[in-house]
């Protein structure tokens, strides 16, 4: 069974940077074709995508989000993180992780963890 657990401060201060990390259990982050992501909603909105990393160690991004957003890896560790420069309010979110297979929908979330941006 695939688990994802998402890690990191519960508030920040504007201009900061966010930092998470996604910790994968009972899968590789390495495991060919499959796509790890990071996902959130703030408060009263739909989902957002905000990047991906392969398997492989490519990385893309929301073109909205690309100018503030670093994706990375620790395959020793089997996690997966994201930073998210220059937060201000509008970054306050539900932050999940996610799982996906080439070709298929998101299978695994993390449980998710709430981020406020304020001073």
């Known amino acids: 069974q695939v688990q994802l657990q998402e890690s990191g401060p519960g508030l920040v201060k504007p201009s900061q940077t966010l930092s998470l990390t996604c910790t994968v259990s009972?899968?590789?982050?390495?495991?060919?074709?499959?796509?790890w992501s990071w996902i959130r909603q703030p408060p009263g909105k739909g989902l957002e995508w905000i990047g991906v990393i392969y398997y492989s160690g490519n990385t893309y991004y929301s073109p909205s989000l690309k100018s503030r957003t670093s994706i990375s890896r620790d395959t020793s560790k089997n996690q997966f993180t994201l930073q998210l420069s220059s937060v201000t309010p509008e970054d306050t979110a539900v932050y999940y992780c996610?799982?996906?297979?080439?070709?298929?929908?998101?299978?695994?979330w993390g449980q998710g963890v709430q981020v406020t941006v304020s001073s």
């Open positions: 996610a799982r996906r297979l080439w070709g298929h929908e998101y299978d695994y």
């Open positions: 009972g899968g590789s982050i390495t495991t060919s074709y499959y796509y």
